[in-house]
């Protein structure tokens, strides 16, 4: 997910997993200087979307959390889905919370892939 914010800060949010499972962040501050953080991010699972052609389930809320940058965000598709064919959901989403204790707000173009 890279997320555009308010505060004018981007941010890149990255989940691989092979041996083992790594989450992290990657911060563009609005001075042009950058960092990695620690991140977590969690599905709601409550918001699973069932694709209609592959029966595979994604997810379409999640919490991030970069406790280095004190920032708590939420992510919420709002258009429509879309499957692709690879077995990835794609579709922008909303993005709230608050950012070194600040409210904000965000959009990004989110990239999962199905269970």
Known sequence: ????????????????????????????????????????VTPDESTLWTSPDSGKRYPTRWKAAIPGEHAELNVEVYA?????????????????GAYGHRPLTGSTYIEVTGR
């Open 80 to 96: 429509k889905i879309r499957e692709l064919v690879t077995g990835r959901l794609e579709g922008s989403a909303a993005v709230t």
């Open 1 to 40: 997910m890279n997320l555009n914010l308010s505060n004018g800060e981007k941010i890149s949010l990255w989940k691989t997993q092979g041996d083992k499972e790594n989450t992290w962040a990657t911060v563009l501050k609005p001075d042009g200087s950058e960092t990695v953080a620690e991140a977590i």
